[in-house]
């Protein structure tokens, strides 16, 4: 069946209607499209993104994305020009703007045809620094989770649900975190793991283990100290991401934050502030449930 959209031209003295089909609103609309920039030489830069390497009417379909964000547009490169381009490093060049009516999505795309190249400089990113601008990115799009509204509702509701810290092979930081717990030790249901944080194959393995394990909250928790690169490692941010439970990190150190405290839906600077989170949101809760319950026997009673 035919799909029509309804387009109203009215006339205050003769008013009429006319039928268009979605291709011609867009090629109408394609058509009013006119600004300076599409008439003339512009110059862009950004970095440079290869594509599958398929040419279409002696182009190739690459990628020009925004240094300091995530936005992009499509380049139509000549074959002799691609052969220069180097992926991931930031390059300048001529062109014009050209638009495409895409009808399967009802869209126009802006895009660039190249005619020159200008300047081609070395990237400030490496290519594993922009799979984590990558990363961060996702983290981002996908949301961070609130923490203290779902430990929140698990308290109030009663449901049980594991915290799974991990820690180091020889730390002592789970006589801090216990300690900062006071009364609501007895609420969670806390275990600590002891692997080789300078492992990452360890660490990615328990991440594996726990969220398998069906644990609610996975933390990593270490004293202060240096040699924190381990922790900005790519693999290892990638798996915490794809965790289904709630992610934490408790690494004592407040000036180097590395990728895996940017990633995580909560990053705590010393183990001990993650004890004292816990606490705090267990007393509050409680606190809270005791003055409803109080305000409700007073309202009874009237």
């Given at each position: 069946?035919?799909l029509?959209?309804?387009?109203?031209?009215?006339?205050?003295?003769?008013?009429?209607?006319?039928?268009?089909?979605?291709?011609?609103?867009?090629?109408?609309?394609?058509?009013?499209?006119?600004?300076?920039?599409?008439k003339?030489i512009?110059?862009?830069?950004?970095?440079?993104i290869?594509?599958?390497?398929?040419?279409?009417?002696?182009?190739?379909?690459?990628?020009?994305?925004?240094?300091?964000?995530?936005?992009?547009?499509?380049?139509?490169v000549?074959?002799?020009?691609?052969?220069?381009?180097?992926?991931?490093?930031?390059?300048?060049?001529?062109?014009?703007?050209?638009?495409?009516?895409?009808?399967?999505?009802?869209?126009?795309?802006?895009?660039?045809?190249?005619?020159?190249?200008?300047?081609?400089?070395?990237?400030?990113?490496?290519?594993?620094?922009?799979?984590?601008l990558?990363l961060?990115?996702?983290k981002?799009?996908?949301?961070?989770?609130?923490?203290?509204?779902?430990?929140k509702?698990?308290?109030?509701?009663?449901?049980?649900?594991?915290?799974?810290?991990?820690?180091?092979?020889?730390?002592?930081?789970?006589?801090?975190?216990?300690?900062?717990?006071?009364?609501?030790?007895?609420?969670?249901?806390?275990?600590?793991?002891?692997?080789n944080?300078?492992?990452?194959?360890?660490?990615?393995?328990?991440?594996?283990?726990?969220?398998?394990?069906?644990?609610?909250v996975?933390?990593?928790?270490?004293?202060?100290?240096?040699?924190?690169?381990?922790?900005?490692?790519?693999?290892?941010?990638?798996?915490?991401?794809?965790?289904?439970?709630?992610?934490?990190?408790?690494?004592?150190?407040?000036d180097d934050?590395?990728?895996?405290?940017?990633?995580?839906?909560?990053?705590?600077?010393?183990?001990?502030?993650?004890?004292?989170?816990?606490?705090?949101?267990?007393?509050?809760?409680?606190?809270?449930l005791?003055?409803?319950?109080?305000?409700?026997?007073?309202?009874?009673?009237?």
């Amino acid at each position: 069946m035919a799909l029509f959209l309804n387009f109203t031209l009215m006339e205050i003295e003769n008013p009429t209607i006319t039928t268009y089909s979605p291709a011609a609103i867009l090629n109408l609309f394609n058509n009013s499209i006119s600004i300076n920039q599409t008439k003339r030489i512009v110059q862009l830069k950004g970095i440079y993104i290869q594509g599958k390497g398929n040419q279409y009417s002696g182009y190739f379909y690459d990628t020009f994305r925004d240094e300091s964000s995530d936005a992009a547009i499509t380049i139509l490169v000549p074959p002799l020009i691609r052969n220069e381009l180097q992926p991931n490093k930031t390059v300048t060049v001529n062109g014009f703007v050209t638009r495409r009516v895409i009808n399967s999505s009802g869209s126009i795309q802006i895009q660039l045809t190249v005619t020159d190249l200008v300047e081609q400089t070395q990237n400030k990113y490496n290519e594993d620094d922009l799979k984590k601008l990558e990363l961060m990115q996702r983290k981002a799009v996908s949301g961070y989770r609130d923490v203290y509204s779902w430990l929140k509702e698990k308290i109030i509701r009663e449901e049980p649900f594991k915290i799974g810290i991990i820690i180091g092979k020889t730390g002592i930081i789970d006589n801090d975190i216990k300690h900062q717990l006071r009364e609501s030790i007895g609420f969670y249901d806390l275990s600590f793991h002891r692997i080789n944080l300078s492992s990452e194959e360890e660490i990615i393995t328990t991440f594996d283990r726990l969220n398998n394990e069906n644990y609610g909250v996975i933390a990593v928790s270490r004293g202060g100290g240096d040699n924190l690169d381990i922790f900005s490692r790519y693999p290892i941010a990638e798996k915490a991401v794809a965790l289904q439970a709630i992610f934490i990190t408790a690494i004592g150190h407040k000036d180097d934050v590395t990728l895996l405290q940017r990633i995580a839906d909560k990053s705590f600077i010393t183990p001990s502030e993650l004890g004292q989170f816990l606490n705090d949101v267990y007393n509050h809760t409680i606190e809270d449930l005791e003055n409803s319950k109080a305000k409700l026997i007073e309202s009874v009673k009237l």
